[in-house]
Structures are given as C-alpha cells and as structure tokens.
C-alpha cells in the first residue's frame, strides 16, 4: 500500500486545520481530519467554471472571478473557455493553498497561475466582491462547502442576503453568478430568488462515474 504523504499544513483565520496530502499520485485537503476536495473527484468544480464561462468565449475583455482557488480545477477550466483578453480574477484568503497550487514540484495549478490572464488575490472573496462593484461578467463561488461550510463561520456572510447583494452589485450587465454548494439548499435558492435573480440548479457527480451529487446554482 502507497503511503499518505503530508506535505504542508495551514489555519485558516478561526483556527481550523487544512493538510496537504499526496497518495499514489493524486492530492487531496482535508480541514481537521475530514476530506474536503481530491484531485480524483472534480467534475463538479469544472462544471461550475464551464456554465460560467463558455458563454463568454467570444465577450472580448471579459472578466471573471473566482472565490476559493481550493486545488486550481476551477481556474483551470476557466481558462480552458475564455478568450486571449479576458481577466480571472482568484480570491484565496488562505496563503499557503495559494502557495501550494503554486510550487512546480506538485501537480497542481502553477502552469495556469502564470498564464497572463490570470490574478491571484490574497484576500477575502466578499472584499474583493466590495471593491469590484460592476467589474465581472462572471462570478464563481466555491468557498468552504457552499451555504452550509464546515471550515469558518464567516464564510456564511458570503450567502447572507447581504453577501448576495453584495455579490449582485460585482455583477456587469446581464452577470452570471455560479455557486457550487456540496448539496440541495432550499432556502438559499429561495434567498437567490428573492433577491431578483433567476436560478437554475444542476445536480453534479464528484466523479464522472462515481461519488456523491453536489449542486450548482446558476443565478441571473
């Protein structure tokens, strides 16, 4: 049996614990103890950067952000949809998941953080949302496990009428704003809708073939 290699270790600002892990060529975050995303288990946050992004193919200078950098599947599928000139802009309030998904020796992102489009911010998602009011065409939320964290209690500000207002404000016209939640929440799409914005929500397996659902709510 392949051994589990730890390879870095963080807090976020409330003192939870995330572990970097490597197994048998696949890497994965766990915060105290519990799996939180694996490289083996990421069609749901491509999916969540596909229906952002691929309408935008053609917007030129379009710009899109992305709140949660998590293991890079997001940006990177972001980048893979948008065109030569547009922004993805990345919050990241944890600097050494920004640093991790930085190091060459991991397999992980740091070929797609030196593609010219791309900011990484490290910062609080709903900071960078206040300072950016109508600045993107596209808005990416995948912070902690959606409405319903498990890592930090202020990440629920981000789905808080405030934070969808917030949120909306960020929005250029005709905005987009993906959300991936780790399951159904009922009354955050109702929060969503009335707020004003349309919402669609697509149930996604972890894995193309196997794993747990999680669900994206396409709000416009």
Request: proline share 5%; net charge negative; hydrophobic share 40%.
């Given at each position: 049996?392949?051994?589990?290699?730890?390879?870095?270790?963080?807090?976020?600002?409330?003192?939870?614990?995330?572990?970097?892990?490597?197994?048998?060529?696949?890497?994965?975050?766990?915060?105290?103890?519990?799996?939180l995303?694996?490289?083996r288990?990421?069609?749901?946050?491509?999916?969540?950067?596909?229906?952002?992004?691929?309408?935008?193919?053609?917007?030129?200078?379009?710009?899109?952000?992305?709140?949660?950098?998590?293991?890079?599947?997001?940006?990177?599928e972001?980048?893979?949809?948008?065109?030569?000139?547009?922004?993805?802009?990345?919050?990241e309030?944890?600097?050494?998941?920004?640093?991790?998904?930085?190091?060459?020796?991991?397999?992980?992102?740091?070929?797609?953080?030196?593609?010219?489009?791309?900011?990484?911010?490290?910062?609080?998602?709903?900071?960078?949302?206040?300072?950016?009011?109508?600045?993107?065409?596209?808005?990416?939320?995948?912070?902690?496990?959606?409405?319903?964290?498990?890592?930090?209690?202020?990440?629920?500000?981000?789905?808080?009428?405030?934070?969808?207002?917030?949120?909306?404000?960020?929005?250029?016209?005709?905005?987009?704003?993906?959300?991936?939640?780790?399951?159904?929440?009922?009354?955050?799409?109702?929060?969503?809708?009335?707020?004003?914005?349309?919402?669609?929500?697509?149930?996604?397996?972890?894995?193309?073939?196997?794993?747990?659902?999680?669900?994206?709510?396409?709000?416009?």
């Amino acid at each position: 049996m392949k051994p589990l290699e730890r390879l870095g270790e963080a807090k976020t600002p409330d003192g939870t614990v995330l572990q970097l892990y490597r197994h048998d060529g696949a890497y994965l975050i766990r915060a105290d103890g519990v799996e939180l995303m694996s490289t083996r288990r990421h069609l749901s946050e491509d999916k969540l950067a596909e229906v952002a992004c691929a309408p935008l193919k053609a917007t030129r200078g379009a710009r899109v952000l992305i709140g949660g950098l998590g293991l890079g599947f997001t940006l990177r599928e972001a980048l893979r949809h948008l065109g030569p000139d547009a922004e993805v802009v990345v919050a990241e309030l944890v600097a050494e998941v920004i640093e991790w998904n930085a190091n060459p020796d991991y397999a992980l992102s740091s070929e797609a953080m030196a593609d010219p489009r791309v900011r990484i911010v490290h910062d609080d998602v709903s900071n960078v949302l206040r300072k950016n009011v109508g600045g993107f065409n596209a808005i990416m939320l995948d912070t902690d496990n959606g409405p319903e964290g498990m890592i930090m209690k202020e990440n629920s500000r981000l789905y808080a009428v405030r934070g969808i207002a917030n949120t909306m404000a960020a929005l250029r016209p005709n905005g987009t704003i993906a959300y991936w939640s780790v399951g159904d929440d009922p009354d955050f799409e109702r929060s969503l809708q009335n707020a004003g914005l349309q919402v669609k929500a697509m149930k996604v397996r972890a894995h193309a073939t196997s794993g747990p659902y999680h669900t994206l709510y396409i709000a416009t």
